[in-house]
């Protein structure tokens, strides 16, 4: 047998429950701080479509941005700036030879173990001392655009506040600039196996619901489409639905895909949270989403260890009664969540 079989990869879950109409409910910060994310999923048990309200904020959620090949520092452009940023932080998550060649102030990565192999800088585009002509902007600069230029692909998006005449396809008409919409997708179930859930039990109780864990489990091989009805000698999967549970004689699972931001995920939040002003037989539907495993941050600015597993989601879990959970988790190598 192998003598250093390495181990299994560690992971971070936090589980919450709150009322949405608690004045000290936090679902809302949690959301606006998770910046960078790739898909929402929705779960809405006992139905066999998808409401035209939700449907038609999933339609708005916004244009996002590829552009080729673009030089870092073009995003230091006072111009760039004011029209696209005015607050915000550039953060580069660099190896140990980008690092040196930089010449940039900056902080080893907390997860370099004993010997730094990567390390993190962070630049506060907002700060009244970052134009041109300071010494720290000066600085940036010359080490992004002659001593170490550095070109990417970037992913952009961009939710205007009202009143701008500029878009990031005219604003970077010189490179290769291609604009792209989420993309929408629904699933239905069928006589599916479902956990039963009680809002007040986070932990569940014995023989009468189960826990928020075991949910998120759960939650997580319906969205894979595995089958929960496994026997104890199966040779894919030996899962089975957690106990108790029920069967969802109905289900639609809408995805949607793409590069989605905090303000359009709370826009599906609170359509979401209406749901339930007219009786329906769901108890609870949930929402998911999933961010860039490439991040370099996770929420805020807490980092995030993209080169060894990526995970990084949060699921919320609406009761019909305005309870929620809320699940947040992240994979090896990254910060606590909130």
């Known amino acids: 047998m192998l003598q250093n079989v390495e181990k299994c990869s560690r ?28 898909q929402v999923s929705i779960l809405i048990p006992e139905c ?5 309200a939700i449907a038609a904020v999933s339609r708005t959620l916004g244009d996002y941005y590829l552009v080729k090949q673009l030089p870092l520092h ?3 452009e006072p111009e760039f700036i004011n029209k696209f940023v005015r607050k915000g ?5 660099v190896d140990k030879d980008t690092y040196e060649e930089l010449g940039l102030e900056g902080q080893p990565s907390k997860y370099s173990h004993k010997t730094t192999v990567r390390y993190n800088v962070t630049v506060d585009l907002g700060d009244a001392t970052f134009v041109p002509g300071e010494k720290r902007y000066n600085r940036v600069m010359w080490a992004l655009k002659e001593k170490k230029p550095l070109t990417f692909d970037f992913l952009m998006t961009w939710h205007p506040t009202g009143g701008e005449d500029a878009t990031l396809a005219s604003y970077f008409m010189k490179y290769q600039c291609k604009v792209y919409q989420p993309t929408v997708s629904t699933r239905m179930l069928n006589d599916t196996d ?22 998120l489990d759960w939650l997580g091989a319906v969205f894979n489409n595995i089958d929960c009805n496994n026997q104890a000698d199966s040779f894919l999967s030996t899962y089975c639905c957690p106990w108790p549970s029920t069967v969802l004689q109905k289900a639609c699972l809408c995805t949607i895909s793409g590069f989605i931001i905090p303000e359009g995920i709370n826009l599906l939040l609170d359509q979401l949270r209406l749901y339930f002003e007219e009786p329906k037989l769901a108890q ?5 989403v999933h961010g860039f495993a490439d991040s370099p941050v996770s929420w805020g600015e807490s980092e995030h260890g993209y080169h060894k597993g990526g995970e990084n989601l949060y699921n919320f879990v609406l009761f019909s009664n305005q309870d929620y959970w809320l699940h947040m988790a992240v994979g090896t190598h990254s910060g606590c969540p909130p």
């Open 11 to 38: 992971h971070l879950l936090v589980c919450e429950k709150s009322n949405f109409s608690h004045s000290k409910s936090r679902h809302r910060k949690h959301v606006e701080t998770h910046h960078y994310n790739y």
């Open 48 to 52: 066999r479509a998808l409401s035209s």
């Open 74 to 76: 073009e995003m230091l």
């Open 89 to 93: 932080k550039l953060i580069l998550s």
């Open 194 to 215: 479902c956990p039963v859930l009680l809002s007040n039990e986070l932990k569940g109780k014995l023989n009468e619901s189960c826990s928020a864990q075991e949910f």
């Open 284 to 288: 609870w539907i949930t929402m998911t």
